[in-house]
């Protein structure tokens, strides 16, 4: 069975800084790897995934991720942060060989941003 | 587009009550649903999915049900609720075509069992 590992529990970084989320995963064939991202009472929204090919991702709001086979890795990334990031970041696992097809998540990491 | 429509948004229920949260799906067919619970500080675990009307699969053994009527309608219940059952609950579609689309979600309903 796949899993996710976010090391991660709280981060917090100044305004501007940039960033890096890690995210772990297990799994024995090449994964599907998502990022989500939940704001306070919301429901989660999705930032960036792959699947194939390019192992740099680019997503919504600026963020990007880089799959590394080798360290079974997929950390998120953004040069800048702003303010408006401060929320909790998942990230998930799927697999083409389970039949449920559902994602499997870490527990998160929530980030917090000083001005 | 699809949209994705959870209710109620919170609630407040005392233990050995029922619980009923709904869930539906807009501008797609035969999408595949999930339930899942989020607990303070914890990550998302995933309680029911279902691949079809009337096909329910439980993750995990529990004091909660699920049932899907129609094609896009995504029902959790409970007949009594325990203390446990609080947390933050959100329903999830996904295109059933691959396995590798993404999963979409409610905004979640907020359960406090007291």
């Known amino acids: 069975a796949q899993s996710v590992t976010q090391p991660d529990i709280h981060i917090t970084v100044s305004e501007g800084a940039s960033l890096e989320l890690r995210c772990n995963y297990s799994?024995?064939?090449?994964?599907?790897l998502f990022w989500y991202v939940q704001s306070p009472g919301q429901g989660l929204q999705l930032l960036l995934k792959y699947f194939s090919g390019d192992t740099l991702v680019q997503g919504i709001k600026g963020f990007e991720a880089e799959f590394k086979r080798s360290q079974s890795s997929f950390n998120l990334r953004k040069p800048s942060v702003h303010w408006s990031d401060a929320a909790e970041y998942f990230c998930a696992v799927g697999a083409s060989d389970t039949g449920r097809r559902a994602l499997t998540f870490g527990s998160g990491t929530r980030l917090q941003v000083q001005p | 587009s699809q949209t994705i429509h959870q209710w109620p948004a919170t609630l407040v229920q005392p233990v050995g009550s029922p619980l009923s949260l709904e869930c539906t799906v807009e501008g797609t067919s035969n999408p595949n649903l999930y339930w899942y619970r989020q607990a303070a500080g914890r990550g998302l675990q995933l309680l029911f999915y279902s691949v079809g009307i009337g096909q329910i699969s439980s993750e995990v053994p529990q004091n909660l049900s699920a049932s899907r009527p129609q094609d896009r309608q995504f029902i959790l219940s409970s007949k009594k609720l325990l203390l446990s059952d609080s947390g933050f609950y959100l329903c999830?579609?996904?295109?059933?075509?691959?396995?590798?689309?993404?999963?979409?979600f409610g905004n979640g309903t907020r359960l406090t069992v007291t």
């Open positions: 999830a579609w996904k295109a059933p075509s691959s396995y590798n689309s993404p999963l979409h």
């Open positions: 799994y024995g064939a090449t994964p599907y």
